[in-house]
């Protein structure tokens, strides 16, 4: 089965909505990981959150292990926000290895 | 500045080719891996590399080859076998062990004509 899946595939926003991306993955993880990738296919590390929630300006996540989902928050978006969100897990059978969803494409209008 | 530089980054093969791609990091990390993104799709391990001289195949690892000759360069050829190379391959490089580290490079587009 999907072991890590993305929700919602698509996304398109008005500049300054909030928003939320959805990770649930099959098994327990020990580290869980956000990315984006921008229009270029650059793909910057956003968050390293096996548990717990971090904020970083106006994206937060959250991860309940125990309930094997992970939250992405974008806040008051903006047009830069605009590209591919990746959440990305390793587990305990695949230590040093990523395994990647299929990501949600986000689209922010003017 | 530190970073990743892949090369190149548009390149086209004909079919019955091998070519290489090459991946440099100035970053210090000890392990580099090679990603595939097909349009639409999430990014896929092909090999991986947590150590000098030493390499392990990843989720797609069929008609891909790699080498490990120096910390710093990790270059990946696709060969004839590979059936549908067509595809947006990522390097990237992480410290050993915490690849919670990972970074990316800016990717190389291969397609075969």
């Known amino acids: 089965g999907i072991q890590v899946e993305q929700s919602p595939p698509d996304l398109i926003l008005q500049e300054g909505a909030n928003s939320t991306l959805r990770c649930n993955f099959s098994?327990?993880?020990?580290?869980l990981q956000w990315f984006h990738q921008n229009p270029w296919g650059q793909l910057i590390n956003l968050f390293y959150?096996?548990?717990g929630t971090k904020q970083n300006g106006r994206l937060s996540a959250t991860t309940v292990a125990t309930e094997r989902y992970s939250l992405l928050y974008i806040s008051s978006s903006q047009t830069t926000d605009s590209g591919v969100y990746f959440c990305a897990r390793e587990t305990t059978d695949s230590w040093g290895k990523l395994q990647f969803g299929a990501g949600t494409q986000v689209v922010v209008t003017p | 500045d530190g970073g990743i530089t892949q090369s190149p980054k548009y390149l086209f093969r004909k079919e019955g080719q091998n070519v290489t791609l090459s991946c440099e990091q100035n970053?210090?990390?000890?392990?580099m891996y090679w990603y595939r993104q097909d349009p639409g799709q999430g990014l896929r391990l092909i090999y991986y590399s947590q150590i000098v001289n030493d390499f392990q195949k990843g989720d797609i690892a069929e008609g891909y080859s790699v080498s490990r000759e120096k910390k710093e360069s990790f270059p990946l050829t696709v060969t004839s076998a590979q059936k549908n190379p067509t595809a947006f391959y990522l390097c990237?490089?992480?410290?050993?062990?915490?690849?919670?580290?990972?970074?990316f490079g800016e990717g190389s587009w291969l397609t075969v004509v």
């Open positions: 959150i096996p548990s």
């Open positions: 990237a490089s992480s410290d050993r062990g915490s690849v919670n580290t990972i970074y």
């Open positions: 970053l210090n990390h000890d392990a």
């Open positions: 098994d327990s993880v020990n580290n």
